[in-house]
C-alpha cells in the first residue's frame, strides 16, 4: 500500500515501484497456497473456506499475467487504464482480510491451548 501511495505521488518511479511489488508475488502465492492446504489437511473447513478464494485469485492473477509484461505489476500499464487504483483497492483488500485472518488464527492457537 506505502509503494502504491508512493507511486501515485510521484515520489518513485514506476519502474521501481513495480519491481518493487513483482518480488513479493511469488511469495505470496505459496505462502497462501500453502496455508489453505494446511487448513484442509488440518480439516478447518471454515477457514479453508474463507482462505480458498484468496488463494484462487492469487494464482489466477499470476498466471494472467500477459506474456510480454515485466509481472502482475507492470511498469508501462500500471497508470494506464486506472490500474493503479484497482491495484490500490485490492491491496486494502486484502490488509483487511489478513487483519482478520490474523485475529481468527489467534483466537484458535487460543483455544487449542486451553482445550489442552
Known amino acids: ?3 502504491l501511495s508512493d507511486l ?5 518511479n514506476a519502474r521501481s515501484c513495480c519491481s518493487k511489488l513483482n518480488k513479493w508475488v511469488v511469495p505470496e502465492v505459496i ?3 500453502i496455508v489453505t492446504v494446511l487448513m484442509l489437511i488440518s480439516l478447518h473447513w471454515f477457514i479453508f473456506l474463507l482462505n480458498l478464494p ?4 492469487n494464482i489466477y492473477r499470476y498466471i494472467m499475467v500477459p506474456s510480454g ?9 500500471i497508470h494506464n487504464r486506472g ?8 491491496a486494502m483488500i486484502k490488509l483487511g482480510f489478513h487483519l482478520l485472518c490474523f485475529f481468527m ?4 492457537m ?4 486451553i482445550n489442552d
Open 31 to 33: 505462502g497462501h497456497a
Open 105 to 108: 488464527y489467534l483466537y484458535s
Open 54 to 57: 484468496v488463494a484462487t485469485w
Open 1 to 3: 500500500i506505502i509503494t
Open 69 to 77: 509484461n515485466m509481472g502482475v505489476f507492470d511498469p508501462t500499464e
Open 8 to 12: 501515485e505521488c510521484d515520489y518513485i
Open 83 to 90: 490500474q493503479l487504483k484497482s491495484h490500490m483497492k485490492e
Open 110 to 113: 487460543i483455544l487449542a491451548l
